[in-house]
């Protein structure tokens, strides 16, 4: 069946079957950064975001994802070349290893801040607790999202 | 680190080779049954290639250090989870429905799940010992003991248990450790390849060389007719080393005549591989003023249904039982042993969050006893320059004396011990072993070309500064090469938290000589070649300046050996040319109601001598005690007859953002001309036996790692039955 979405802030149309996962069609368009991991839902490796809101890839059928906007990490980018104030914090306080879980966080924290400017530690400890880590340690990932909010918060006056 | 913030960088599951199938893995359900027949039921979807064990006869058994290990289950599955078929379709959607066709018929057998089961008398036994031990490709070390003990590591120290009439005080316990899972987020994934019979395998593995080798073992191949790439990895901490998926995925492709990729689902990954079980007996014998005398250690490691590392794991988890301190009479027996469960093998802290568990619990057992400070009672005994440990080799460039203070002053130890833990640890680096690199010159470029692989450790940061550092210049003009067995120098594997070590002295060999041919080139002293941004010169001369464009394609090779070595009767000899070191104190609460435990302060110091890398080195040793605390607290791998039942992130749970308590995490530098010591695993096994301590000092001492609350609200009862 056809399926017609906006993926990061293309209008893309695919031809995929009625019980294919989000994930496999992100993917199967050259999407490498939408992982496969657990493909239930529990880790998070796979989070993107639908209409604005962050959902795992693998429990969402791409039936759902009709005429919705997705968008990944590559489409958080401000422009050809510009990273993401997240990107470059996380580049700046060393919030990676591996880099598996990069992605996946990046964009759960891009909509952690989007819904709540002025997280405080436990709000973003318990905003990305979906989303494993098994290298950092999590310290610097809270550090480059902390700075990230207050340089936003600053930005905006 | 901006390729894998703007996701560029891939990984194994997103290699592509044209006209490739995916394949799927059928394994057996029983952890011990006859295979008697696998067959296609039904029609496959189009496209489908089925392996059976059939297709396989030919190959031959392989193993790291003993071949024990077929491509699929030869005629018996020794786990649950054990491959026994395979599938391969064009899409993964057809693979699964291929998977689906197969039917495998199982004769039950007599199974030995645990320990127990596989030790007691009249337990079947698992493999026949005594072909592999003659079998070529066995480590000659390999000492088995018949039934299912495939290997004793033995240490003799003085006279052993003898000793023990020469102690005033002596204490005996017992401690035991749940396997663990590594649950790296990338699960294991890997692309084969033929082509006029010459194999490639496109696979995230720490072990690249190992890998070669195993596959020529499996298909009488030359070694050099194995290629092994080895893309970045979504972490691993032992789960990709050795061969995992790759010969089955190899077989699947020479059956298909096309590439194969096979990326494993989450559950099978948990049972790929597993950290070893382990249980102890520790016994501990002194002097009333609290000078150790003796120790006496009796082990035995889980090693699951193959062996892959277990030998080793039991003989490094034998001498790590002792512990940093000094005894007299010493006497380890140390098992490995085969079960019906997923192989253990490799895990981050090798064999010593185990040993460690046990040793160091047993320390405050007798501080205990003694009624003694349990820092004091380490600081008596602890190892220190110029001592000898229990292996007869001389300690140097030893801190854990240093690091135990920092962490006690830290945690305000003198200001109260209830409720207070502390943990010391050394850790040993794979010895023997060896490590090659090369630095080559091009079009005003240096690329380093090294068999380290990337694990998310930072290896290439890593690599480029120790070139950069040892060539004089900046770092900004290096590169390097991705690791490829046909093309890398050779390095034994990255593992062992050996690589920074071992390549800053290959890369310091290879850059000498680099230097030297561009001396040659300038006709000038190596001493004097000055680099100035992208171009070179003889110092204190800018007229003789050139381009590093301007040379031909200039190259320098080093090497960097490590010797050593235990004596297999006595485990006497060089157990690890240096030691990582160090010491963590644990402040803990606990409801006793709910019997949960909290981590309300956790200080850590770890020796790391010449840093190559400031902020990796702390993230590193972070993941380490966060892994630690995993360890301590959440971690265990589980089953029902013979089932893994923790086979997702639900019922496994690994550390969350949300679970990790603030902790101090303090490196020590070395003074001019230290050594680089690898920090990657330090800090892990110290976590679980710091917060045992801690318990221990509120009356709740355990015996079980991870520590549960139903354990400790048994503590709790126990205690105030007292």
Redesign the interface.
């Known amino acids: 069946m056809n399926l017609r979405l906006e993926l990061n802030g293309e209008a893309r149309s695919f031809e995929i ?1 009625g019980d ?1 996962p989000l994930i ?1 069609v992100l993917r199967d368009a050259g999407l ?2 939408v ?6 839902g ?2 998070g ?1 796979c989070t993107v975001l639908l209409d604005g809101r962050p959902v795992n890839s693998c429990l969402v059928l791409g039936v759902e994802a009709g005429n919705c906007e997705v968008v990944t ?2 489409g958080i ?1 401000s422009g050809p070349g510009r ?1 993401h104030p997240l ?1 470059e914090n ?2 700046k306080y ?10 996946g966080l ?1 964009v759960m924290a891009k909509s952690l801040l989007d819904e709540n400017p002025d997280p405080s530690e436990a709000d ?3 905003g ?15 550090e480059a999202i902390q700075a990230t909010a207050r340089q936003q918060r600053e930005a905006r006056g | ?7 560029r ?3 194994s ?2 290699v592509e080779r044209p006209g490739m199938l995916h394949g799927r893995i059928l394994r057996s359900h029983l952890p011990h049954a006859r295979v008697r027949a696998v067959q296609v039921v039904g029609e496959l979807p189009e496209g489908c290639v089925v392996l059976l064990p059939e297709d396989v006869a030919g190959t031959q058994l392989y193993g790291c250090l003993v071949p024990d290990t077929p491509i699929l289950a030869r005629g018996v599955a020794r786990f649950a989870g054990d491959p026994v078929a395979a599938v391969a379709g064009p899409t ?2 057809a693979a699964a429905r291929a998977l689906t066709r197969l039917e495998a018929d199982y004769e039950p057998l007599p199974e030995a799940t645990s320990l127990d089961a596989a030790l007691a008398d009249g337990a079947p036994q698992l493999h026949p010992l005594d072909e592999l031990r003659g079998a070529a490709g066995t480590w000659t070390g390999l000492r088995p003991g018949g039934g299912n003990v495939l290997h004793t590591f033995r240490l003799l120290h003085g006279r052993g248990e003898a000793g023990f009439d020469e102690a005033e005080v002596v204490v005996e316990g017992e401690w035991e450790c749940a396997g663990a899972a590594h ?5 294991h994934a890997a692309l084969a390849e033929w082509s006029d019979g010459r194999l490639t395998v496109w696979t995230g593995t720490q072990t690249p060389f190992n890998v070669r080798r195993e596959l020529a073992m499996a298909f009488a191949l030359a070694e050099a007719d194995v290629r092994v790439i080895s893309p ?4 691993s ?1 032992g789960a990709k080393t050795f061969t995992r998926i790759e010969a089955i995925a190899a077989a699947l492709a020479r059956k298909a005549a096309l590439p194969v990729r096979i ?1 494993l ?2 559950d099978e990954v948990f049972v790929t591989l597993v950290r070893h079980p382990a249980r102890f007996r520790v016994r501990l014998g002194a002097r009333r003023d609290g000078t150790f005398v003796a120790r006496r250690v009796w082990a035995d490691w889980d090693t699951g249904a193959y062996a892959d590392t277990g030998p080793n794991v039991a003989a490094k988890g034998g001498w790590a039982a002792v512990g940093p301190y000094r005894f007299d009479h010493v006497e380890v027996d140390s098992r490995c042993v085969y079960t019906n469960a997923p192989s253990a093998g490799a895990f981050r802290g090798y064999a010593a969050t185990q040993a460690v568990w046990a040793s160091e619990q047993c320390v405050d057992l007798l501080a205990d006893e003694l009624g003694a400070d349990p820092l004091e009672l380490r600081l008596r005994n602890v190892l220190r320059d110029g001592d000898r440990f229990a292996t007869g080799e001389t300690m140097h460039d030893f801190h854990v004396a240093e690091c135990l203070e920092r962490v006690a002053e830290r945690i305000g130890w003198s200001a109260g011990r209830r409720g207070k833990g502390l943990c010391a640890v050394m850790k040993g680096m794979q010895t023997p072993s060896r490590s090659e690199a090369r630095i080559v010159l091009d079009g005003g470029r240096f690329t380093v070309e090294s068999a380290t692989t ?5 290896r290439d940061r890593s690599l480029r500064q120790l070139a950069a550092c040892s060539l004089g210049c900046d770092a900004a003009i290096i590169d390097t090469a991705g690791v490829d067995t046909d093309h890398s120098p050779f390095d034994t594997r990255t593992t062992s938290s050996r690589s920074a070590h071992m390549m800053a002295g290959a890369i310091g060999n290879a850059a000498r000589e680099l230097r030297r041919r561009l001396a040659d080139e300038l006709e000038a002293n190596p001493a004097d070649v000055l680099f100035v941004g992208d171009a070179v010169e003889i110092v204190g001369s800018p007229g003789t300046r050139r381009e590093l464009a301007s040379f031909g394609s200039l190259e320098g090779f080093g090497e960097w050996v490590l010797d050593g070595g235990l004596e297999p009767e006595t485990g006497q000899g060089i157990a690890s040319a240096h030691w990582h070191q160090g010491a963590a104190a644990l402040s803990a609460q606990v409801d006793d109601e709910t019997g949960i435990a909290e981590i309300a302060g956790l200080e850590v110091a770890v020796y790391a001598g010449r840093v190559v890398d400031a ?2 080195a ?3 040793n ?6 630690g605390i995993g360890s301590a607290l959440f971690e265990a791998t589980e089953y029902a007859d013979g089932q893994m039942l923790t086979t ?3 019922e496994y749970q ?1 550390p ?3 679970d ?1 308590p603030p902790f101090t995490a303090e490196i020590i530098e070395g003074g001019e001309g230290a050594d680089v010591h690898g920090l990657g695993e330090t800090a892990l096994p110290l976590v679980p036996a710091a917060l045992g301590n801690a318990l221990r000092s509120l009356g709740l001492p355990q015996a079980r790692m991870p520590v549960r609350p139903e354990a400790i609200l048994d503590a709790v009862e126990a205690r105030d039955a007292r």
């Open positions: 079957a294919e496999d490498a950064s992982r496969l991991s657990c493909g239930i529990l880790c490796a990490i590559e980018q990273l990107q996380f580049i060393g919030g990676a290893q591996c880099g598996f879980c990069t992605p990046i973003i400890r318990f990305i607790a979906g989303n494993i880590c098994r290298c950092t340690g999590y310290t610097k990932i809270i | 680190m901006d390729d894998r913030v703007t996701a960088l891939g990984y599951q997103d993964p959607r649950a790296p987020l990338e699960p970045p990895m979504g972490g901490f990326v689902p989450r990337d694990i998310g450790q930072g902020s990796g702390a993230l590193q972070d993941g380490s005690i966060v892994m997702t992130f639900s690994v969350a953002f949300s990790v």
